[in-house]
């Protein structure tokens, strides 16, 4: 079951100029990093991943994640620094039909003559917030015990 991402999250994903980054995992549970600045937020409210090369092992895992039901993660960080994770499912890939050609056609003025291998819809199920100062905040209510002895004076 997916989740409806926060409106700054999604406001996020939309800025051409936020770093956006996609883990997935192979066979024998290796992660593969990977940043996707072409990632964005479609109309259901689901992640779109646009894998150029048919060959690549994001591509494989993703299909590996729709068979066996593995989970992937997403990582956003905007200019300013706020930084958010999203676990999320791949739930479906399009490699022809009218949304794949919108996606084609796209692809093509963006890049030139690359080509599209697939448009990869991902469902979000779970957003974190992981800014530096939201994390150390969330800490000290936590974990007051936490802190280091030069803190506390």
Same mark, same amino acid.
């Given at each position: 079951?997916? $989740?409806?991402?926060?409106?700054?999250?999604?406001?996020? *994903?939309?800025?051409?100029?936020? /770093?956006? /980054?996609?883990?997935?995992? #192979? &066979?024998?549970?290796?992660?593969?990093? *990977?940043?996707?600045?072409? =990632? +964005? $937020?479609? &109309? #259901?409210?689901?992640?779109?991943? =646009?894998?150029? =090369?048919?060959?690549?092992?994001?591509?494989? #895992?993703?299909?590996?994640? *729709?068979?066996?039901?593995?989970?992937? !993660?997403?990582?956003? %960080?905007?200019?300013?620094? %706020?930084?958010?994770? $999203?676990?999320?499912?791949?739930?479906?890939?399009?490699? !022809?039909?009218?949304?794949?050609?919108?996606?084609?056609?796209?692809?093509?003025? +963006?890049?030139?003559?690359? @080509? =599209?291998?697939?448009?990869?819809? $991902? %469902?979000?199920?779970?957003? #974190?917030?992981?800014?530096? !100062?939201?994390?150390?905040?969330?800490?000290?209510?936590?974990?007051?015990?936490? %802190? +280091?002895? @030069?803190?506390?004076?």
């Amino acid at each position: 079951m997916g $989740i409806k991402l926060s409106t700054e999250l999604v406001s996020a *994903i939309k800025n051409k100029k936020t /770093a956006k /980054a996609l883990a997935t995992s #192979n &066979e024998d549970g290796s992660p593969i990093l *990977i940043f996707s600045p072409d =990632l +964005h $937020i479609d &109309e #259901n409210g689901d992640l779109v991943h =646009l894998e150029l =090369l048919e060959s690549s092992a994001t591509n494989k #895992n993703l299909v590996r994640g *729709i068979w066996f039901d593995k989970k992937v !993660s997403v990582s956003v %960080r905007t200019p300013e620094g %706020r930084e958010w994770s $999203i676990t999320g499912a791949p739930i479906k890939m399009h490699v !022809s039909g009218p949304l794949f050609q919108k996606y084609y056609v796209e692809t093509s003025l +963006h890049y030139g003559e690359a @080509d =599209l291998a697939a448009a990869w819809v $991902i %469902r979000p199920e779970s957003e #974190n917030e992981e800014t530096y !100062s939201v994390k150390l905040r969330e800490q000290d209510i936590e974990h007051p015990f936490f %802190r +280091h002895l @030069d803190r506390l004076a």
